[in-house]
């Protein structure tokens, strides 16, 4: 079976950072783009970065450029989210996920983990 369990999340203030973790089993782990997305009460799955097998190649969103860093462990299977500068805003159940392609859109990926989540205080 496909797993991807999401760690990391927590109680935080604004200002500070924090690392996610998301461990892979199942798949060829590096063969997969992995990305992170997240999601608040009420409102759409958000992309927030992904990165290629290899690691070699990103993108982010436009909310989090130059505070969020993705990058992955292949002989680990793990793959991170280090967020800096936490804004109240990046509160959000966070899901890790795995794809064929790098792209912003939900229906890209075909794994998901069951997210963890962040709460940034003002």
């Known amino acids: 079976q496909v797993q991807l369990v999401e760690s990391g999340g927590g109680l935080v203030q604004a200002g500070v950072s924090l690392r996610l973790s998301c461990a892979v089993s199942?798949?060829?782990?590096?063969?997969?783009?992995m990305a992170w997305f997240r999601q608040s009460p009420g409102k759409e799955r958000e992309f927030v970065a992904a990165t290629s097998g290899s690691g070699m190649l990103t993108r982010y969103a436009d909310s989090v450029e130059g505070r969020a860093t993705i990058s992955r462990d292949n002989a680990k299977n793990t793959v991170y989210l280090q967020m800096n500068s936490l804004k109240p805003e990046d509160t959000a159940v966070y899901y890790c996920?795995?794809?064929?392609?790098?792209?912003?859109?939900?229906?890209?990926?075909?794994?998901w983990g069951q997210g963890t989540q962040v709460t940034v205080s003002s």
């Open positions: 199942g798949l060829t782990f590096s063969t997969w783009v």
């Open positions: 996920a795995a794809g064929l392609k790098i792209g912003q859109r939900s229906t890209d990926f075909n794994a």
